[in-house]
């Protein structure tokens, strides 16, 4: 997940096209791609449209997200590429993707069903455990689901409550009145039904039957300054979402909302990770702030190092490692009060990492994937 200094909405300004102009606009993309296809020049394809190309190097690219499926890896990473690995990350196969657009996010509700999530508001689904993914959203088909459901709740709203519907429904064309430019940031589903994603400018969607139909829950997030939300996770039955300046959200079960926690940080949250001792949450330098009473209060953490911490698992001793875009292994105790570089092959941008089989894991990032030794308990 990358930083990002942009304001919560854009201003929108008062001035409306002018219809002429559009036509001439028009008229002159027609005449452009003829002009293009007539010099044999490709006209533009939407990526949104576009399979990627098929290559035995894909695994070597950027990769961003790496999760398990079963005892199957699955990464995915820029231009529509996602690979798998049924060895435990010796070696990967490209799968078969019907988009090219960049993917940021990819998770397991079991061994086959799988979602992965990125940029121009794509929503793959897979079900044979990552080897065929198929299209279930993108921002063109988001936004206008958005826009829909908000103009109805305006429409329904009481007048007391108009201005907050109001709100919401501006919000929306914020977001997509220059098309499907918003990315989903991640994606978390509890079992093969039920799942979120969230994304950019608190973007947030909920879905009961497998992502065929999704619920915008952008009125369900204490999130008034529109904070990116960047990554989700459920940490011992708590479902969290971290975000942009020091703020952690946690889901009220009874009120089916999304509170904020004030962790005392004033930086960015990349992720959130931990076990039944401890809840970690961790982003930019290299700061990782911890709390053993989900959230209630909070500390710093001792990392050792000032490179933004980009990705997170937790080992099947319950010790907790991190990586980093400095190239940074650490393994920390199970409590996550202490945390150990651990000794690479290569140390290069980082993004992700999970755990593969004993005493390994395969970490992502700018030249694909990994596969590193990690210390024995008590190493």
Not at 108 to 133: C, K, M, N, P, Y
Request: hydrophobic fraction near 40%.
């Amino acid at each position: 997940m990358r930083p990002s200094s942009s304001p919560p909405f854009r201003g929108s300004g008062n001035i409306k096209p002018n219809i002429r102009w559009l036509l001439g606009c028009a008229v002159g993309v027609v005449l452009l791609v003829g002009a293009q296809a007539n010099n044999g020049v490709k006209p533009f394809v939407d990526p949104l449209s576009l399979a990627p190309l098929q290559s035995s190097l894909v695994s070597k690219t950027q990769l961003v997200c790496v999760a398990q499926a079963g005892n199957r890896l699955v990464a995915v990473g820029w231009r529509g590429h996602i690979v798998y690995s049924e060895d435990q990350g010796r070696t990967w196969r490209q799968a078969q993707v019907p988009v090219s657009v960049d993917l940021t996010a990819v998770t397991f509700a079991s061994a086959t069903a799988g979602w992965a999530v990125g940029h121009g508001g794509i929503i793959l689904r897979t079900s044979d455990g990552g080897l065929s993914w198929s299209k279930q959203q993108d921002g063109f088909s988001t936004g206008k689901l958005m826009a829909d459901y908000y103009q109805q709740r305006l429409d329904q709203a009481a007048e007391a409550d108009k201005p907050a519907a109001d709100s919401l429904v501006e919000q929306v064309r914020q977001n997509y009145e220059t098309g499907p430019e918003q990315p989903w940031l991640d994606v978390w589903f509890e079992n093969e039904q039920h799942g979120y994603v969230v994304g950019t400018f608190n973007l947030i969607m909920e879905t009961h039957d497998g992502g065929e139909h999704w619920t915008p829950l952008l009125d369900r997030v204490d999130n008034p300054e529109g904070l990116h939300l960047s990554a989700m996770n459920a940490v011992d039955g708590e479902l969290y979402i971290a975000s942009e300046r020091g703020t952690v959200f946690r889901l009220d079960k009874t009120s089916q909302r999304f509170v904020a926690l004030n962790s005392g940080y004033v930086g960015s949250f990349f992720g959130v990770t931990g076990n039944a001792q401890t809840l970690l949450a961790y982003g930019l330098r290299g700061n990782v702030w911890r709390s053993a009473d989900k959230g209630a209060t909070w500390s710093k953490v001792d990392t050792g190092i000032v490179n933004t911490l980009t990705g997170a698992t937790v080992l099947a001793d319950q010790r907790i490692a991190l990586v980093s875009q400095g190239g940074a292994l650490l393994i920390g105790d199970s409590a996550g009060e202490h945390f150990k570089p651990s000794t690479l092959s290569q140390n290069l941008p980082f993004a992700s990492v999970v755990e593969a089989g004993k005493g390994a894991v395969v970490i992502v990032g700018t030249q694909g994937a990994q596969r590193e030794s990690v210390p024995a308990f008590g190493g």
